[in-house]
């Protein structure tokens, strides 16, 4: 008899990430991947180089001094902060633990492509609930969750359409959710936003035992390639986790390094007034060149390209040949829009003049 995997891992469509080459350019511009374009903290690589001295040490399992540092700039109590390898981890764990075979996790129509992909992997049935004009519509969801349901996950904001919903919204959806079913708020871009409605979720978690907020170090941190991030738990949350994570999921030099980044308040302020700047600079841009920009609170902006010559394919591989790479988002069910990072000054002027290269404009 052959050896095969559980049934459900071969309905897994196989996550593909933002490209980082296009053929024959020597100038390239990665505008694929939420990437920060200010990078790390000097102190976090400061702090990484340092780590390298105690490579042969085992890490500290709790994440101690990290969870720490979090606890102090977010006010939050550091014994119900769990950390990962990325949030991408701890949603992984969440899955696990909470859903499997016969369960259903949902989530909204464009949301985090990995959900459904761990999801799958857990055992448990992925499904979707509409969303209104690339927005989470709490009714939709409610209107989806059935005896089945073990998890709801809500990206807020979410990624690729950078909408968001607001405190009110997510607090709705709580009360109205049954009290047997676990919301996780993926808050991985929440650093971004700056409405007055808006909230990462903690408040949501201190209310109750069954919410989760996510966040990561991947974005306005520059720690993407570390793979760290961070959950918020209510304490019979965070023991179930503490039984799953593996014992030593988070790197030293990782540890440290996001330590020094979420205790560097002064450079996460600039990455975000860089992006407070640029982000309506290229979205003024893209609308002076007739295209649909959906509106954005993240570090990214969602483009609708029209049909016939100039669609979003061809708009795609124009840019690829002068070096932009931005992101394909077929995946996610939006073939007529391409997704941009917000870069820096020289990346933003050089797509902006692609797109109206692209358009004769």
């Known amino acids: 008899m052959a050896l095969t995997p559980k049934p459900a891992i071969l309905q897994i469509n196989r996550y593909k990430q933002g490209l980082s080459k296009a053929k024959g350019n020597k100038r390239i511009i990665k505008l694929s991947s939420n990437e920060s374009p200010l990078g790390a903290s000097p102190k976090a690589i400061d702090a990484y180089v340092q780590a390298a001295t105690d490579m042969h040490r085992y890490p500290d399992g709790a994440a101690t001094l990290l969870r720490e540092a979090i606890g102090k700039v977010h006010n939050l109590n550091s014994e119900r902060i769990i950390c990962g390898a990325g949030s991408d981890e701890i949603i992984a764990m969440l899955c696990h633990a909470y859903a499997g075979d016969g369960d259903e996790v949902l989530y909204t129509e464009y949301g985090f492509l990995m959900y459904a992909?761990?999801?799958?992997?857990?055992?448990?049935?992925?499904?979707?609930?509409?969303?209104?004009?690339?927005?989470?519509?709490?009714?939709?969801?409610?209107?989806?969750?059935?005896?089945?349901?073990?998890?709801?996950?809500?990206?807020?904001?979410?990624?690729?359409?950078?909408?968001?919903?607001?405190?009110?919204?997510?607090?709705?959806?709580?009360?109205?959710?049954?009290?047997?079913?676990?919301?996780?708020?993926?808050?991985?871009?929440?650093?971004?936003?700056?409405?007055?409605?808006?909230?990462?979720?903690?408040?949501?978690?201190?209310?109750?035992?069954?919410?989760?907020?996510?966040?990561?170090?991947?974005?306005?941190?520059?720690?993407?390639?570390?793979?760290?991030?961070?959950?918020?738990?209510?304490?019979?949350?965070?023991?179930?986790?503490?039984?799953?994570?593996?014992?030593?999921?988070?790197?030293?030099?990782?540890?440290?390094?996001?330590?020094?980044?979420?205790?560097?308040?002064?450079?996460?302020?600039?990455?975000?007034?860089?992006?407070?700047?640029?982000?309506?600079?290229?979205?003024?841009?893209?609308?002076?060149?007739?295209?649909?920009?959906?509106?954005?609170?993240?570090?990214?902006?969602?483009v609708e390209f029209g049909e016939g010559a100039k669609n979003a394919d061809a708009a795609n591989d124009f840019l690829m040949e002068q070096g932009i790479i931005a992101r394909n988002v077929a995946s996610y069910g939006l073939p007529s829009c391409l997704r941009f990072t917000i870069g820096t000054e020289e990346e933003n002027e050089a797509l902006a003049e692609a797109i109206e290269e692209f358009y004769g404009v």
Request: with cysteine; aromatic share 8%; hydrophobic share 40%.
């Open 117 to 302: 992909i761990y999801t799958r992997i857990a055992g448990a049935t992925p499904v979707t609930a509409r969303e209104e004009n690339l927005r989470v519509s709490v009714d939709n969801v409610l209107a989806a969750v059935t005896p089945r349901t073990k998890i709801v996950f809500i990206a807020n904001p979410n990624n690729p359409t950078g909408s968001y919903i607001s405190k009110d919204e997510l607090l709705r959806l709580r009360q109205n959710l049954p009290e047997n079913v676990l919301l996780v708020i993926d808050s991985a871009y929440a650093e971004y936003v700056s409405n007055k409605d808006y909230t990462a979720g903690e408040t949501i978690v201190d209310m109750g035992k069954n919410t989760v907020m996510t966040r990561t170090f991947s974005k306005i941190y520059g720690l993407a390639s570390l793979r760290i991030g961070w959950g918020y738990c209510p304490e019979s949350v965070m023991d179930v986790l503490s039984r799953v994570r593996g014992p030593f999921n988070v790197s030293t030099p990782a540890i440290l390094a996001a330590r020094a980044a979420v205790l560097d308040t002064k450079f996460t302020r600039q990455a975000k007034e860089h992006n407070d700047k640029w982000l309506p600079w290229l979205t003024k841009k893209m609308e002076e060149s007739g295209l649909k920009v959906y509106p954005s609170v993240g570090n990214f902006i969602l």
